[in-house]
């Protein structure tokens, strides 16, 4: 009889291991559950030599594994996306699940998902589970992935947890694209204005200090302070000036980017970057709607595979994205361990608004979390689009303003001068 190793939690939510003897995974299942627990993975185990004795002791020829190509980063999720659902319409037509990820491979063009595919139709093909296969690939397939496709396989409802991780992922994109293209404008304007004045200190205002040093009038202070400027980001405002202000200029938002990264890759400085980020005006409360929006939707998702509460809320809080979050969650976590609600300390923690903790509350006490959590998350995206609009809103006549400050304030102080210069003509001709 074939031997099977699981993997389980038992009923205080703590992982177990060990094997069972069962005429297949169904029944190995059921033997699981029927010692009181929850099982995540399960698979036969393989007796070595089994292939060659099935074959007379006939030699076989291994196949070379593909090797993975160097990349910097992961798959792109909108590779990944577009993979998860083509997966989901080819297991929801009745394909077998090998010749579904080898048909994908195919389709693929040269690179890292293509390679990793390959990879995991060999695996896959070799006996392992599909969740097994792409655990073994975090760079394409998250530990969100790999859960729930696990859930699907012991549930054995594998094309519909596609289906929603496929729907999960493209309303998770689409609320990203949404955010990233309101950002692109005031950007643009941004970088565009810096550019702009960093060449009119450089270039032209020059040309109006020699003017005015050939007329000897007495500049004024605005004047003294826009040439001193001009000099300095011309690199001659001071003896030992190596390098002039405007390579300072363009580089200085690289250099403050790769500070930022380099606090947060600390604990400490994470937690700090992230507290103080939902703390600034308008753009904290869209950091704060976008993350309720993405926990309760990937927590919702979890739940609906069939993922145990508690190791869902775990893999939430690793995919949260941000301290805060991260904390009220590792505290629903303790509580639910405990026997509490999830409701409670997530009240307690203060990160979220009332109405999403009534709502979690009510779907605790219906039974219908995971509904109320993607009621919760759709709720949010729609906020977000307009907390995004409002965020435009305001940037919008801010940026005019500015720009038109910093313009007026050059023009002024260039004719201060040229005003002074004309009156001293004419007072000398009279």
Known sequence: MPTYAYEALNSAGKPQKGTVEATSSEEAIQRIKGQGYFPTSVREQKVKGEAKQARGGATTTKKKKKGTPL????????????????????????????????????????GLLKSILGQVAEDVEAGSTLSDAMAKHPK??????????????????????????????????????????????????????????????????????DIFEDFEVELPGLTIWLTNTSMWVAGKGYENQAIPGAIWILVSPIVVFLVFKLIRLTDPGRAVTDIVRIKIPVVGTLIRKTAVARFTRTLGTLISAGVPILEAIMITRDTAGNYVYEKALTSVHDSIREGESFAGPLRESKVCDAIVVNMIDVGEETGDLDSMLMKIADNYDEEVDVAVQALISLLEPFLVVLLGGVVGTIVLALFLPLVKMIESVSGGKL
């Open 140 to 209: 394409a397939f998250d530990r969100l992935y790999c859960k729930m496709i696990n859930a699907g396989e012991i549930g054995g409802v594998l094309d519909v947890i596609l289906q929603r991780l496929a729907q999960f992922l493209e309303k998770a994109q689409r609320l990203k694209r949404r955010i990233v293209g309101a950002m692109i404008y005031p950007i643009t304007v941004i970088f565009i204005a810096v550019v702009i004045v960093t060449g009119i200190m450089y270039f032209v205002i020059p040309k109006f200090q």
């Open 71 to 110: 990349s910097i980063g992961g798959v792109s999720t909108n590779r990944l996306t577009t993979f998860t659902r083509q997966l989901s319409t080819l297991q929801d037509a009745g394909l077998p699940l090998l010749r579904s990820i080898q048909i994908l491979e195919t389709q693929q063009k040269p």
